[in-house]
């Protein structure tokens, strides 16, 4: 499975080289790609904040900077996700259906979020991971990422995912970690 990230902070992903994702990457088992959205401003100052189209209050990341970041993506058929707090909410369903697409795109927000043109074009879905708000959309990427990855194929033995249940609405883990995975 394939994760292209679109951030302006990609040095913010270094913390998915570390334990079991880390090791799915190693034995590319998962592939993450970080595309710094920065890479595609035209502009001598490399100005990537903009004001919103048709008004509103603060910044939005520019229209075409990350369109043309998004352009430089090899697509196939992959799904586009946009990390917002006006998103859906994450939940270990969404998690086990996201994790059955072969390539992820996602977009970091910052400042008020991403050109609503670019979202209105390119996005398939806004996912938030909590009613809170955060600086930017790495975080949130992260925790997709982290939580998708685990249901790959040989990123974590059958035994650790079998023994997590769902009763009514909460999740249930009674994980027995009893692999070299953990
Ligand atoms: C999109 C639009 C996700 C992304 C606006 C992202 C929380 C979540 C962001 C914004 C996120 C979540 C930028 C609006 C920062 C608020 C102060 C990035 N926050 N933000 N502003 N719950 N922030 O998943």
Redesign the pocket.
Known sequence: MKFDVLTLFPEMFEALNQSIIGKAREKNLIEINLINIRDFSKDKHKKVDDTPYGGGAGMVMKADVVYDAYKSIKKDNAKVI??????KTLNQSKVEELSKEDHLIILC??????DQRVIDKIVDEE???????????EI?AMVLIDSVSRYNEGVLSQDSIKEESFSNRSIRISTIYKTRNI
């Open positions: 946009y990390m917002s707090p006006q998103g927000g910052h400042y008020e979020g991403i996912i938030s991971i909590g009613d809170y708000v955060l600086t930017g959309g949130p």
